[in-house]
């Protein structure tokens, strides 16, 4: 079990990037509600358009956990160097471009069914920034440092989006078990 153990990346590194992935779902789906919200407003009383809220920051929560949960396995699964070593700025970077790459995709997409080519520039631009980001930063102490410094920062997240979603499921898992 402790040869296990060796293989994820430490928690120290594992919470700047669940901060920076709950400030990014979190962020999203505040947005889609905020945006939403006068339509409730007209169809909704308050106590459903909390529920919807709920359902909402519970998702995600749940798609963060996953998130990380992934990056973690994939840490654990490739050779040390690609992704455990450095896991704070690795997986900021995979965070931070993922992040940008689904929100450019999902504004690209507008309801309809995009060409492969368009799916494939989608999918590869953003792993090919990733790489390159990834590996410049393995070599230049100075661009780590600052890529280190702005996960840190995104730590905050913890203390803000963890209890809101931890409230949510609770709210979800209760009204659906009751």
């Not at 995600?60 to 949960?69: K, N």
């Not at 990056?71 to 992704?83: S, V």
């Not at 704070?88 to 970077?93: I, S, T």
């Not at 790459?101 to 504004?107: N, P």
Request: glycine share 8%; hydrophobic share 60%; aromatic share 12%.
């Amino acid at each position: 079990m402790r040869i296990i153990g060796k293989r994820f990346p430490g928690l120290g590194e594992i919470l700047p990037v669940l901060g920076a992935t709950l400030f990014a779902c979190h962020g999203w789906s505040l947005r889609g509600f905020f945006n939403e919200l006068p339509s409730f407003m007209l169809y909704f009383k308050f106590g459903e358009i909390a529920t919807i809220f709920a359902y909402m920051m519970a998702f995600a929560l749940l798609e963060s956990l996953i998130v990380v949960g992934g990056l973690c396995l994939l840490g654990a699964l490739l050779p040390p160097k690609w992704l455990r070593d450095g896991f704070a700025y690795k997986g900021f970077v995979v965070v931070a471009v993922g992040a940008v790459a689904a929100v450019r995709f999902q504004r690209a997409l507008r309801n309809t069914y995009p060409p492969v080519q368009t799916l494939m520039i989608y999918l590869l631009v953003p792993l090919a920034i990733m790489a390159i980001v990834i590996i410049v930063a393995q070599n230049a102490e100075n661009i780590r440092r600052v890529l280190l410094d702005i996960s840190d920062r995104f730590s905050i997240m913890l203390y803000v989006f963890l209890p809101i979603g931890l409230v949510s499921l609770f709210v979800v898992v209760a009204r659906n078990l009751l």
